[in-house]
């Protein structure tokens, strides 16, 4: 098994999680009973965790958003569903790593999964560009709704990058205009389209397949316009400014959902999903299952208009309006 990988912040449990690797080392050696002491430091080891875990400013949260033990696309499609095939090309010669989709069923529901993919170590991350995609990414992305839109499947889409490529090639094969084409193409689809931020959702990269009746997040997930590094670089010419960046940009789930812009947060298990990923996986299947059911209801002329207007009431601008010093961000 993988050493789990403890970030900063979970540093006063390293120490609990030493003893009680030697408790069970102990109990693998010899016959004695320590199921009881055993038990007192998991109790403790997990009060510690969800007292951490419920405090974690927008900085902390990136970096659970980016642990590379958090589960995957790939991981939750494997776990969801019931059946899966895997799905490749763009049909104009590209087959990306970085955004992988494919038919699948949960239950007796088929459906149409696609999402970005991050890899697990740095040969996989490079081979899967870290879950940035190129354009020929996105257009297999489209390739799949289109083939969702056909046949009237429900579409799923998980979303987890720090962005879109944005390499000397990616531009010169059109990457604005694959996520516009996307963005514009996502509006006319004539079923469920259900999107799940499941780690880091950054940038144009993020809403190429991000147009949804119903935008979700997990609970330590992060979705942003750019990556608070970017930000702070811009702004201040200073990168190490990132942790104020993501105060301002108000990149959190609760934040987002307080804002309009998420319909729901998935809670995550104590710790992080990647603390718990078969739980987490749980959650997300019985979450997409609901919203599902709800969606199936309406017609596809409901369907339509409701996704337009949930777009348009983003972003509203007031004018002549002076913003109340005591709500500023």
Request: proline share 4%.
């Given at each position: 098994m993988a050493r789990r990988v403890l970030l900063d912040f979970e540093k006063p449990l390293v120490e609990l999680e030493e003893q009680i690797e030697q408790i069970?080392?102990?109990?693998?050696?010899?016959?004695?009973?320590?199921?009881?002491?055993?038990?007192?430091?998991?109790?403790?080891?997990?009060?510690?965790?969800?007292?951490?875990?419920?405090?974690?400013?927008?900085?902390?949260?990136?970096?659970?958003?980016?642990?590379?033990?958090?589960?995957?696309?790939?991981?939750?499609?494997?776990?969801?569903?019931?059946?899966?095939?895997?799905?490749?090309?763009?049909?104009?010669?590209?087959?990306?790593?970085?955004?992988?989709?494919?038919?699948?069923?949960?239950?007796?529901?088929?459906?149409?999964?696609?999402?970005?993919?991050?890899g697990r170590d740095m040969k996989e991350n490079v081979a899967r560009n870290f879950g940035m995609a190129s354009p020929g990414g996105y257009r297999k992305a489209l390739r799949l709704m289109e083939h969702a839109d056909r046949f009237r499947l429900p579409i799923l889409s998980f979303i987890d990058t720090p962005g879109a490529y944005a390499g000397v090639k990616a531009e010169e094969e059109g990457q604005g205009e694959a996520i516009a084409v996307n963005l514009r193409e996502m509006f006319r689809l004539r079923v469920p389209i259900i999107a799940v931020v499941i780690g880091e959702g950054g940038s144009g990269g993020a809403l190429g397949i991000g147009v949804a009746d119903r935008l979700l997040m997990f609970e330590h997930s992060v979705y942003t316009v750019a990556s608070p590094e970017a930000c702070a670089s811009i702004l201040w010419r200073d990168a190490a400014k990132a942790p104020a960046a993501a105060e301002a940009l108000r990149i959190t789930g609760a934040d987002l959902l307080q804002l309009g812009l998420v319909d729901a947060l998935l809670k995550e298990p104590s710790g992080g999903n990647h603390w718990a990923p078969i739980q987490a996986a749980d959650t997300l299947r019985r979450a997409l299952l609901s919203h599902l059911a709800e969606l199936q209801t309406c017609s596809t002329a409901d369907l339509l208009e409701a996704r337009y207007a949930k777009y348009r009431r983003m972003g509203q601008v007031l004018e002549g309006v002076a913003p109340d010093p005591a709500h500023a961000p």
């Open positions: 069970r080392q102990l109990a693998r050696d010899s016959e004695v009973d320590v199921s009881q002491q055993l038990l007192q430091l998991e109790t403790l080891a997990t009060r510690r965790r969800e007292e951490i875990f419920s405090s974690l400013s927008p900085a902390q949260k990136i970096q659970v958003a980016r642990h590379p033990q958090r589960p995957s696309t790939l991981d939750y499609i494997q776990v969801i569903t019931d059946e899966w095939i895997e799905l490749h090309g763009d049909r104009r010669g590209n087959d990306d790593r970085a955004l992988v989709g494919g038919v699948g069923r949960i239950g007796d529901q088929p459906v149409v999964l696609l999402g970005h993919q991050k």
